[in-house]
Each structure stands twice: as C-alpha cells, then as structure tokens.
C-alpha cells in the first residue's frame, strides 16, 4: 500500500490555523497517512492529534520541517505539487495511477502562500484542479478522490468516538478503552474473579480480532465488559456508564453465551468473535485458543456450511471476515 502524505508549505501559524487544520482532516479523512508544516506550530499539532485519539486512525503530523530540509530528505519517492499551473487532474490520472503502483510514497505538495520556482521543477507532476484559483483544502480532496478512486469512503476509523450516520440529528457513540472498562468493573464493586475472567476473555478476542477485519476496540470493549451481566445480573446497571450501542452488545452477546449460540446470524463480527472466546474458556479448550484467527475462521465457514448462512454477506472464496 502506498504511503501518502501531505506537505504543507507556507504555513503562518495565526493566519492559516484553520485553513491548515483543515488540509490535515481532509488528508486523514481521505486516506494520507500523516501532514508535514513547514512552520512549526504546536497548537495545530495537538489539535490533530486529539482528532486522531478520539476518532482514530495512525495519522501523524510534524511541524517546523523547512522547504530545503523537506526536499534534501525526501528522495526516493513522487511528489506531486497542487497548482492551478499544473497539468489537469484528468489528464494526470494515469501518471497518478502509475505513481500508486510503483512502490514509491507518495508526497502531495500543498501551498499556502506563494510557491517558489524549484518546487515545480522538483516535483514528479504538477497537477491543476480546473486551472482556476481555488482552495488548498478542496483541491486536496478532489485529488485525495481520484488517487482513492473512490474507496476512501469505506475506511475504516477504529476510534473511541463513532458518528452514527442518521437522516436527522447527530449521534455519536462512546466506546470506552480497556482503561475505563477496569474502572466500570471496580465502580461496580466486581469480584476479583471477573476481573481475571474479563482480562482472559478480552485476551483471546484480541488474538483473535488482530487478523480480522474488525473494530478491535468495540470487541475489547465487550470483552472487558461481559463480566458485568454475567457474573450477576445485578450488575447490569453498570452498563448505564456506556453508550447503548455497546451495552446492547454486551447483552447480546450475552444471550449468544445462555444459548451456546456463537453462530448467531444476527450478531456482527465484533460480537460474534466475544462470544466465540467466552465459550471457548468455558469449555477449557486451550487448542481452539491457540489456533485464534484460524479457529475461529473455519469455526464461521462450518457454520455456514451447516445452516446454509453467509455471515457478513461474504462471498464463497472470500473467508476474510
Ligand atoms: N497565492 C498563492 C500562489 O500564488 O502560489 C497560492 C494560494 S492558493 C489558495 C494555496 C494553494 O492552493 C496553492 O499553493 C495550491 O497548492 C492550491 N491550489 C489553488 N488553486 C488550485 C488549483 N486550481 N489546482 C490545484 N491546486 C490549487
């Protein structure tokens, strides 16, 4: 996969805050894996990073790397320069494409104030959207766009906050770390044997969800919490502490373990993988534990070949849950 960065050059840390701010969402959003300033700029930095702790994703950002340094350091890789000069987006994409399989990171180079010279000529592609003046921010997305072809639409963000899209009105949920899942165990005064069972149960689930397309912090989450319901249904108010889209999890996965039902095809990966290591430590099967992804791969696949099910809508052949 090719690794995409911005460069963000011209930055005055008063005047551009918000437009700079802004260039690094849209990169995030988009796909890039992290925004290089040339001013350096601590403000910004922090307000980026705590976009990326709350709503996830490994973006990175530096500030204070000059022009001269950015361009002695960054050799082996394309650059490509949004200018309104550039040739146009349309007639660069296959040079784009080529850029994408070429095993090459790629730098995308972003203006704020006046470009000097060596920048174009240095530069792989010198790339216009429309040969108009418009906005950094726009420019970048609409190359974003065409270098994703599309699929930055279904990346995936893991982070502790979720926008649930809605016609009308704003949702967002809260899935809380392994932290504060310990902290709702002990506010909720929990024997010291949940506390053993949630940190073995959130163990194999982890195992298991590091090889699966999954939301590896919802399936700590419900790992860390299930002692809550199970132990003693009393605890169940504990559940109050966290969003309901994850405490109606937990109960559901609950209700897969009464039933010994971990081929539930209403239950989503993330809950189905919960399930599948809170029976495996009841049963004591330490060889289904080790096996992890594997196990619980054929232990899906046996399952769809029994109830003529296809978990996930996945397609024969294509096991990657
Ligand atoms: N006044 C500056 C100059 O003369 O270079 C440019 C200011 S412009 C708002 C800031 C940045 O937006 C540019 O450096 C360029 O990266 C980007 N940009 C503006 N219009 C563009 C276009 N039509 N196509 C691609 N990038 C564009």
Avoid: W
């Amino acid at each position: 996969m090719t690794d995409i960065r911005v460069y963000r050059y011209g930055h005055r840390p008063m005047r551009d805050k918000r437009v700079t701010t802004h260039v690094a969402l849209t990169a995030r959003a988009f796909g890039a894996s992290g925004i290089i300033v040339d001013t350096g700029d601590e403000q910004l930095e922090k307000s980026i990073r705590k976009v990326v702790n709350d709503f996830g994703g490994d973006f990175s950002i530096e500030t204070g790397v000059s022009l001269g340094k950015f361009l002695r350091d960054s050799k082996n890789r394309n650059l490509i320069h949004l200018t309104m000069y550039g040739i146009p987006i349309d007639q660069s994409i296959e040079k784009i494409d080529e850029f994408m399989s070429s095993g090459k990171n790629l730098v995308i180079f972003v203006g704020a104030e006046k470009v000097p010279g060596n920048v174009y000529a240095e530069s792989t592609l010198n790339v216009s959207v429309t040969s108009q003046p418009i906005s950094e921010i726009s420019a970048l997305a609409i190359l974003l766009d065409r270098i994703m072809h599309g699929k930055e639409f279904s990346l995936k963000f893991p982070g502790k906050l979720r926008v649930v899209p809605m016609e009308k009105g704003k949702k967002v949920v809260l899935i809380p770390d392994r932290a504060r899942c310990l902290d709702i165990l002990r506010e909720n005064n929990l024997p010291p044997e949940s506390f053993e069972r949630a940190v073995e149960i959130e163990s194999i689930s982890m195992r298991i969800a590091t090889d699966i397309d999954c939301d590896r912090n919802l399936v700590s989450a419900c790992s860390m919490l299930l002692p809550l319901v199970e132990y003693n249904h009393e605890f169940i108010k504990g559940l109050n502490d966290v969003s309901k889209t994850v405490a109606d999890s937990v109960l559901r996965i609950e209700n897969a373990i009464i039933h010994e039902d971990s081929r539930n095809g209403a239950l989503s990966t993330e809950e189905r993988i919960v399930v599948f290591s809170a029976l495996t430590i009841s049963g004591n099967q330490e060889e289904d534990q080790d096996h992890g992804a594997d196990f619980f791969r054929e232990f899906e696949i046996m399952d769809q070949e029994i109830n003529g099910q296809n978990p996930d809508g996945i397609e024969n052949g294509n096991r990657d849950i």
